[in-house]
């Protein structure tokens, strides 16, 4: 493409369409599961740092379902994105570090994704680009 307007329209779908894929997978697969089975989870739920299980569930499941939420919008997308790096590299590294990169290839994979994410930003086609002030770089 040489037209610079193409370009950039074709950068903003493309990172709408990452955000947008990206989220809801990690809703779909991950954070539903554990708020629509919370109790059942919490037997199940890895507790590295001690925080108690239902805590750590907790916080898990904001970074599951409540910070993709925001992504998707376009709302706070990179602010948005750090608890749920977080968590992947707790899981990857604390948690699972006995995995195989074959093991841990979702999980990683999420990882680039969400970190391309927090580096890029939302790109125009989000909530934040409608926005004034300080919540438009967020």
């Known amino acids: 493409m040489n037209n610079p307007i193409l370009e950039r329209n074709a950068q903003d779908i493309g990172l ?9 997978f990690l809703m779909v697969v991950h954070g539903l599961p ?3 089975d919370f109790h059942a989870q ?3 739920i890895e507790d590295p740092f001690h925080l108690g299980a ?4 907790s916080l898990a499941i904001f970074a599951e379902v409540v910070c993709p939420i925001f992504i ?9 994105c750090l608890p749920i790096i977080v968590v992947l590299l707790v899981a ?3 948690v ?3 995995w195989s ?10 990882l680039i994704i969400f970190t391309a994410v927090f580096i890029s930003g939302p790109g125009r086609l989000a909530l934040n680009a409608r926005l004034n002030g300080a919540v438009r770089y967020v």
């Open 16 to 24: 709408l369409f990452l955000r947008v894929s990206a989220a809801v």
């Open 34 to 36: 554990k708020l629509l």
């Open 42 to 44: 919490l037997s199940l």
């Open 54 to 57: 239902s805590l750590t569930l």
């Open 72 to 80: 998707a919008a376009g709302l706070f997308v990179r602010l948005s």
């Open 92 to 94: 990857l590294v604390v």
């Open 96 to 98: 699972h570090p006995q």
């Open 101 to 110: 990169l074959e093991e841990g290839q979702f999980g990683w994979l999420l």
